[in-house]
T-cell receptor, first 110, second 113 residues
Framework: DAKTTQPTSMDCAEGRAANLPCNHS???????VYWYRQIHSQGPQYIIH???NNETNEMASLIITEDRKSSTLILPHATLRDTAVYYC???????????FGTGTRLKVLA | SAVISQKPSRDICQRGTSLTIQCQVD?????MFWYRQQPGQSLTLIATANQGSEATYESGFVIDKFPISRPNLTFSTLTVSNMSPEDSSIYLC??????????FGSGTRLTVV
């Protein structure tokens, strides 16, 4: 079973920040939080990952709670091209066995 | 990160036939992974392909149905054998991309009629 829980779907207005939550209450100390997204019919694309500190890159920010039981992916200025399914995955770094949950289907509205 | 070329991008096949999907990586990698994504569903790992050894299959997937080859460190194939409509899915290969996590191919959309 997937180790994460995400809302099934979310809408966001174009230009606004999209905040995608993920619950991973059973995360282990050596497991990272990874975020990927899958634009329709393409392969998943890596977005960002983190262990316990907040992380930011050119695509997004990742906020991890102090107890590490949940996290939020933030797309600061959502565009129509950000419409996709977003997957939150917890895994030991380098492990091959990703367990994909159902993800969040984000729809960015014009 | 690695660049993956996957062929074919899509195919429509008759039931009872087989289809071989190719995955080419632009760098040498130890492990390659094959996933299945059924319509409207999430991704499920089929097997891990190591060069020089037999593939390791996940629960629910067997070698007779999904034989895998890994002749070198940049190439792998997945065959979907004796296909039925239930095999209609997107099949994806993947490699570990280091700091960028896993890199996935663009997928093969298979429809079995």
């Amino acid at each position: 079973d997937a180790k994460t829980t995400q809302p099934t779907s979310m809408d966001c207005a174009e230009g606004r920040a999209a905040n995608l939550p993920c619950n991973h209450s059973t995360i282990s100390g050596n497991e990272y939080v990874y975020w990927y997204r899958q634009i329709h019919s393409q392969g998943p694309q890596y977005i960002i990952h983190g262990l316990k500190n907040n992380e930011t890159n050119e695509m997004a920010s990742l906020i991890i709670t102090e107890d590490r039981k949940s996290s939020t992916l933030i797309l600061p200025h959502a565009t129509l091209r950000d419409t996709a399914v977003y997957y939150c995955i917890v895994a030991v770094s380098g492990t091959y066995k990703y367990i994909f949950g159902t993800g969040t289907r984000l729809k960015v509205l014009a | 990160s690695a660049v993956i070329s996957q062929k074919p991008s899509r195919d429509i096949c008759q039931r009872g036939t087989s289809l071989t999907i190719q995955c080419q990586v632009d760098s040498q990698v130890t492990m390659m992974f094959w996933y299945r994504q059924q319509p409207g569903q999430s991704l499920t790992l089929i097997a891990t392909a190591n060069q020089g050894s037999e593939a390791t299959y996940e629960s629910g997937f067997v070698i007779d149905k999904f034989p895998i080859s890994r002749p070198n460190l940049t190439f792998s194939t997945l065959t979907v054998s004796n296909m039925s409509p239930e095999d209609s899915s997107i099949y994806l290969c993947s490699v570990w991309g280091g700091v960028y996590g896993y890199t996935f191919g663009s997928g093969t959309r298979l429809t079995v009629v």
